[in-house]
């Protein structure tokens, strides 16, 4: 992952293959965030059944939560997503992680980190690859 002034790579291309539950990214520094646009390009080779990839956030090295989720199958696809501070959150909202419903978001809450977690079921061939693009504001 890498944080340059603005431009972040949550996950690098990665090829998926076997089957894989709760894997996570390296966390990405972010203090001062105040909005997030993220790009998630899935590129599907053959094989699979879905691939789902939670971006989420945390202050002051606590607990993670889901901000955003995109959730693939078997098809090529590019999705975006984008989420702001400046938007009221419901008070005392519950940490979820890995849990957020598929293709949606929590806006009102950027921490001081970002990363990406994900989970496939089946076991994806043909180079189907997955890379996750972020566009922040300070």
């Not at 002034?5 to 990405?28: E, F, N, Q, W």
């Given at each position: 992952?890498?944080?340059?002034?603005?431009?972040?790579?949550?996950?690098?291309?990665?090829?998926?293959?076997?089957?894989?539950?709760?894997?996570?990214?390296?966390?990405?520094?972010?203090?001062?965030?105040?909005?997030?646009?993220?790009?998630?390009?899935?590129?599907?080779?053959?094989?699979?059944?879905?691939?789902?990839?939670?971006?989420?956030?945390?202050?002051?090295?606590?607990t993670w939560r889901?901000?955003?989720?995109?959730?693939?199958?078997?098809?090529?696809?590019?999705?975006?997503?984008?989420?702001?501070?400046?938007?009221?959150?419901?008070?005392?909202?519950?940490?979820?992680?890995?849990?957020?419903?598929?293709?949606?978001?929590?806006?009102?809450?950027?921490?001081?980190?970002?990363?990406?977690?994900?989970?496939?079921?089946?076991?994806?061939?043909?180079?189907?690859?997955?890379?996750?693009?972020?566009?922040?504001?300070?």
């Open positions: 992952m890498r944080n340059t002034g603005g431009l972040v790579t949550l996950l690098p291309s990665t090829t998926i293959t076997a089957a894989v539950t709760g894997v996570a990214g390296v966390a990405c520094p972010v203090e001062g965030l105040r909005d997030v646009l993220v790009e998630a390009i899935f590129t599907y080779g053959s094989a699979g059944t879905s691939a789902k990839f939670w971006v989420q956030t945390r202050t002051k090295g606590g889901d901000v955003m989720n995109f959730a693939f199958a078997t098809t090529t696809a590019t999705k975006w997503s984008k989420c702001s501070i400046g938007i009221a959150l419901v008070a005392a909202r519950a940490t979820s992680d890995a849990a957020l419903a598929d293709d949606t978001i929590l806006d009102g809450f950027l921490g001081d980190e970002i990363r990406v977690k994900y989970t496939t079921t089946g076991t994806y061939a043909g180079s189907t690859t997955i890379q996750i693009l972020a566009s922040s504001k300070y």
